[in-house]
Every structure is written in C-alpha cells, then in structure tokens.
C-alpha cells in the first residue's frame, strides 16, 4: 500500500507570493490532517479534512487555507508569505476524523521564504 | 483544556545505556496515548500507542511504554540505545470526544558513541 505523498519535497518563495502544497493520502484514507513543524513551535495544527469538508481548523490566520477533492487528495495554499512561514508542512491521513488511532504521515514539503 | 508536556527538549545518553524520555498529560478521562518518531528529514510515525487495556505497551525497535493513571504519565523507554535511534520523539494525547490529537513539544534524543 503506497503511503502519503506530499509534493513538492522542497520550494523556495520569496515574501508576498502563495504556494500551494499537495498530499495524497493512503488509498481509503478519507481523513487529512496539516501540521506546520517549526524549530521554536513544534508541531501546529492547521486543519483536518474529511469528505471534502473542513472538520476542524487550528489557529493560523486566513491566509493559511486548504481544500480537499472527492479523491481524498488534499491541497493547503497560504498567500502572502511571510518569512516566518518557513517550515515543515506536514500532511497526515487516517481512515475516518471518528478514527482515534494511527496518523500516518507524508515526509513533508520544506518551504522556505526568502 | 488538555496539554501534553515532555521533560527536556534534548536527551543525551550513550550508546547501551537506557533510554528514557517523559510524557505527562493533563486529562480529566481516560485518554489515548501515543508516541511517534521523526527522523531526520522524514516525517513522523507511530511508535507505539495506549488505547485500553495493558497499561504497558510494546512498540517497534525495542521501545516501549507504561500508562500510569494515577502519574498521569506514558514516560518511554528502551533498555539499550542504538545509534540508530537518534531522532526526535513526540508524545501525543486525544481524547475520545473529539478524536484530535495534542502534541507535546518533542524531545531529541543524541546517542553518544
């Protein structure tokens, strides 16, 4: 069973462009979750999809947004980059939001803002 | 609200020594327990978890971790550290009300030659 995918691995932008980051869970995975990974935050929530529907929403601000296809593949965008958006984004799927176990996570696309 | 808290943000110790790297989490219920991995430039995976049952739980590579209740801990461990096992741990909470989880801050683990 191929796992998550996430692409791109790495991109550079520059502050005040958008990027649009792509994951495409386990096959039969409905769930998918973003995180961002930061060296001084850890790791933050940033929404949950499931059935194309966003379920829950961390705390970021609008311009972190996403969405999510039929397929179960899932697209997170953020406008207007700031420096500080630099980070790991991570995606990560499980079957169901009312599945409490597994998230199996992608290896994550690496933005850098200069 | 609930909140996970890992003691120490780096864990030193050298190769066959004992790995023990702490969770505490603030819960009012029962709550699931996991503890994933991250190693370097790969995203995370699970390590093992507590969903009921056996308060001591077995995981991959030789890790493993006991539920203490009354501690409100999950505190991994694994009796001989490989070089191997250099990466950065996290500890995880959710609750079966909302099914999220919560993160504690992680903790890196350097195993010394």
């Known amino acids: 069973k191929a796992g998550v995918t996430q692409t791109p691995r790495y991109l550079i932008k520059t502050r005040g462009q958008q990027v649009t980051l792509s994951c495409s869970p386990i096959s039969g995975h409905r769930s998918v979750s973003w995180y961002q990974q930061t060296p001084g935050q850890g790791l933050q929530f940033l929404f949950e999809?499931?059935?194309?529907?966003?379920?829950n929403k961390g705390n970021f601000p609008g311009r972190f947004s996403g969405r999510q296809f039929s397929n179960s593949r899932s697209e997170m965008n953020v406008s207007t980059l700031e420096l500080g958006d630099s980070a790991l984004y991570l995606c990560?799927?499980?079957?169901?939001?009312?599945?409490?176990?597994?998230?199996?996570f992608g290896e994550g696309s690496r933005l850098t803002v200069l | 609200a609930q909140s996970v808290t890992q003691l120490g943000s780096h864990v030193s110790v050298s190769e066959g020594a004992l790995v023990l790297l702490r969770c505490n989490y603030s819960s009012s219920v029962p709550p699931y327990l996991f503890w994933y991995v991250q190693y370097p430039n790969q995203g995370l995976q699970l390590l093992l978890k507590y969903t009921t049952g056996a308060t001591l739980v077995k995981g991959i590579n030789g890790f493993e971790a006991e539920f203490k209740k009354s501690e409100t801990s999950f505190h991994l461990t694994k009796p001989s550290a490989h070089m191997s096992d250099a990466a950065e741990y996290f500890c995880a909470v959710s609750e079966e009300s909302n099914y999220q989880l919560i993160w504690g801050a992680g903790t890196k683990l350097i195993i010394k030659p």
């Open positions: 990560a799927s499980k079957p169901s939001v009312l599945n409490t176990g597994e998230l199996f």
């Open positions: 999809y499931f059935s194309e529907t966003q379920r």
